[in-house]
């Protein structure tokens, strides 16, 4: 049997009996209606929802990882052709003319 | 004055109060019939007055939180009680394994163990030195239930609420405390 110990020190007026009731009732109530409105009502489920769609969207929207990016960016700049007929290749629509290939310059003057 | 107090503000029946929780009246009509026997059950328990009222705070939260479960057709009491006991024995286990980090921690020779002061705090209260001789033989049982019944009077179906045993149990702890009592304040009536 576990020791049970005095208890005559505690107070036992009606007054404190009313406050400690009235200190408990007021913690429940705080604690309660916040649980309860979230678990039970048909308000608290739509916010939960709400709060769970709104958390989604915002993961989603996230722009991808500085990381990511650099790698892209370095892929790109590797597989770019450095020389000027690739680059003119590349560049337009249709293929170039092989005489601006050949004699860049007579092709760009006027 | 007993658990039942509170009844005079309210002569709704336990369960009725409960079913109305979400009336903020009703469940404060509630803790103010079961907040005196919890918080001195709690005491006898934990050996603090400040413990036991934070543990009848976490009994009324976990009332509240689990009413639905309640069945209406059983006495609210015991339910409530038992909420309490368990919840102080998580307590009293919880501080007695941070006591013994502590002692590894701090590597102190011995354990500063609080010791139960029924006799000297009842005798006090009866005003006899004689009370006190014959307190130090009762169990801590015959003890609690003494105190609780003539010290605080509740009755005997509290009680046994309470403590979670049997009326006729508690009945017989007070028989055999007064015995004790009567025995040790006139020795001579054997005589």
């Known amino acids: ?110 | 004055m007993g658990v039942t107090d509170g009844r005079r503000h309210d002569e709704r029946t336990d369960a009725e109060l409960l079913a109305a929780r979400g009336d903020g009246d009703a469940f404060a009509a509630l803790v103010r019939r079961y907040v005196r026997g919890g918080t001195l059950l709690a005491a006898q328990l934990l050996g603090d007055a400040d413990d036991a009222e934070d543990v009848v705070q976490d009994a009324f939260t976990v009332v509240h939180r689990n009413a639905r479960r309640f069945d209406a057709e059983r006495p609210f009491g015991p339910w409530f009680f038992a909420i309490v006991r368990r919840l102080a024995s998580n307590r009293r286990a919880r501080d007695l394994r941070r006591r013994r980090l502590l002692l590894r921690w701090t590597h102190s020779g011995s354990a500063p163990v609080a010791v139960p002061a029924h006799e000297d705090a009842i005798a006090a209260r009866l005003d006899a030195a004689a009370a006190r001789d014959a307190m130090r033989v009762l169990s801590p049982m015959q003890r609690a239930c003494f105190e609780l019944a003539v010290v605080r009077g509740f009755s005997t179906e509290e009680i046994a609420a309470m403590h979670g045993i049997s009326e006729s149990t508690v009945r017989q702890h007070v028989f055999r405390a007064r015995a004790a009592l009567r025995d040790a304040l006139d020795p001579d009536q054997h005589t």
């Not at chain 1, 404190?16 to 408990?24: E, K, N, V």
């Not at chain 1, 649980?35 to 929207?61: I, K, P, Q, T």
């Not at chain 1, 770019?80 to 003319?97: F, G, I, S």
């Open chain 1, 1 to 110: 049997m576990t020791d049970l110990f005095d208890t005559t020190a505690i107070q036992d007026d009606p007054e404190h009996w009313d406050t400690l009731a009235a200190r408990i009732t007021s913690h429940v109530a705080q604690r309660g209606s916040t649980l309860d409105w979230l678990a039970h009502s048909r308000a608290g489920f739509f916010a939960a929802c709400f709060a769970v769609a709104a958390s989604l969207a915002f993961l989603m929207s996230v722009p991808r990882p500085p990381s990511t990016l650099n790698a892209s960016v370095a892929w790109t700049t590797a597989l770019t052709p450095a020389d000027d007929v690739a680059k003119a290749m590349l560049e337009r629509q249709a293929p170039p003319a092989i005489e601006s290939l050949l004699f860049p310059q007579r092709s760009e003057a006027p």
